[in-house]
């Protein structure tokens, strides 16, 4: 049993979901629905790529200090290459951590180009004690006094000029005590690293918000122990707020979410090994009564796009078809990608929004096929009666309703909501759609 819990954060007063299935939460605008749903995502996102975490905030604590020999050897290059000199044999590009690189295998090479610019440093300076007064060994000597300031400042922030041996020994040290901070965080995970990732994701510190994310009564966000466990019912989880995220561009900014989505949908090849009930479910979808063609990503050199070819053979830019046709497209190319099994958990926030009724009734549809013929898990935030109901009764019909699950935010006090559980019983969350008919009466006449 997966279950989320949420005490007094932000809209959210307290709301305890189980995520065994297909999740249903339905409420009014600004109940907490989608800061649920990101939440929830990101816990999840965060726990599962917690490694990357710790590597991305390595580079970050080093950045200063690989800038600053980056800048180094790229100048050492031009003023040796200008005086016609044997330029330092080191790569800018080299400095980075790569991919899935031992983190000690990291200061190593650290190490080495650091030993290799005191080297060249040196050789410079030598010029000076030999009296050597030719105009390039001047100017050499200028900027290795440069390059050693540059280094002095981030060692003590001061402006004293300490002592090479001192400087490339404190840099050394530096970079191997937060290496060793890294992999201890790596071993052990500390909570923390989470806390302050997704304070910054939420633009909000989370040290009074309560939260746990559970996996057979296993916390994953283990705030007693202060560590933060890896989900393993769980495998990946997608987010879709929109199908609008699909004309999005990585290198224009925008929600990281979005990226996450548009690179899983980019970079993930084609499964042509896929099941029968996943076969089943793709043609489904690409049938006349849905999108009638299929979606890609045709990664050809010259033309990167999303493609929708209809089944008459048509091709069209993905972007410039109906909202509809990319939210069904979305699906097929998670399907078709291999994305989707068992132990996915899709998070979508108003999947019935740009949609048509017919193809909310037939998207209900397809989560509920999903769920049967490959047990993906839903958490699906919705304020939509044919949706609602749609995946209630289409369930029934499948024989897995014992597997969906109803919440509904109810205002407690102010602008704070207490998410109820309501089993497979709708009612609820109809009577609170009555008001829209509440207001209609209100705002109009009805005969």
């Known amino acids: 049993m997966i279950t989320f819990n949420i005490n007094e954060f932000r809209a959210i007063n307290n709301a305890e979901v189980q995520l065994d299935g297909i999740t249903v939460v339905a409420g009014e605008n600004g109940s907490g629905k989608s800061t649920l749903s990101r939440l929830l995502y990101h816990t999840i996102k965060i726990s599962k790529e917690y490694n990357a975490l710790v590597r991305d905030n390595l580079v970050e604590e080093l950045r200063d200090i690989v800038s600053a020999l980056r800048t180094i050897i790229r100048d050492m290059q031009i003023f040796d290459r200008q005086d016609n000199r044997s330029s330092i044999r080191l790569s800018q590009l080299s400095l980075n951590l790569k991919e899935d690189e031992d983190l000690m295998d990291y200061y190593y090479r650290l ?9 060249h440093i040196r050789i410079l300076l ?11 060994s001047k100017r050499s000597i200028i900027r290795a006094e440069h390059y050693i300031k540059l280094l002095s400042n981030l060692i003590d922030n001061s402006d004293a000029m300490l002592d090479t041996e001192i ?15 890294s992999i201890k965080n790596i071993e052990y995970r500390p909570i923390g690293l989470f806390r302050n990732e997704i304070s910054s994701i939420f633009s909000q510190k989370m040290d009074n918000a309560k939260f746990n994310l559970c996996e057979s009564d296993i916390p994953i966000t283990d705030w007693d122990n202060k560590i933060l466990r890896e989900p393993s019912i769980i495998q990946n989880s997608v987010y879709i707020d929109t199908p609008m995220a ?8 925008g929600y990281g979410y979005w990226n996450d989505l548009i690179y899983t949908l980019k970079n993930t090849k084609p499964n042509y090994s896929t099941s029968t009930n996943v076969e089943t479910l793709f043609q489904n979808i690409s049938g006349d009564n849905i999108v009638s063609g299929q979606v890609y990503f045709n990664d050809d050199i010259v033309s990167q796009e999303f493609v929708y070819k209809r089944n008459d053979g048509q091709t069209f830019n993905l972007e410039e078809c109906a909202t509809g046709i990319k939210a069904f497209g979305i699906l097929q190319m998670l399907l078709r990608n291999g994305v989707l099994s068992k132990n996915t958990l899709l998070i979508i926030d108003e999947p019935e929004a740009h949609l048509h009724p017919q ?23 919705s304020h939509n009666p044919d949706m609602v109901s749609a995946i209630r009764y289409i369930a029934e019909k499948e024989g897995i309703l014992d597997s969906v699950s109803y919440y509904l935010a109810n205002k407690t006090e102010g602008y704070s909501y207490t998410y109820k559980s309501l089993g497979v019983d709708i009612d609820p969350i109809f009577e609170s759609f009555n008001i829209a008919l509440d207001r209609i009466s209100q705002y109009g006449q009805i005969d």
């Open 359 to 381: 193809w909310i009734v037939e998207y209900a549809r397809i989560i509920v096929l999903m769920h049967k013929l490959i047990g993906v898990k839903f958490f699906i935030a």
């Open 126 to 136: 030598e010029k000076q004690s030999n009296m050597d007064n030719r105009p390039y």
């Open 111 to 119: 190490s080495a180009h650091i030993d290799s610019i005191d080297n």
């Open 167 to 181: 400087i490339f020994n404190k840099l050394k040290d530096i970079i191997l005590t937060k290496i060793n901070d």
């Open 246 to 253: 699909i004309g999005y561009h990585l290198d224009v900014g």
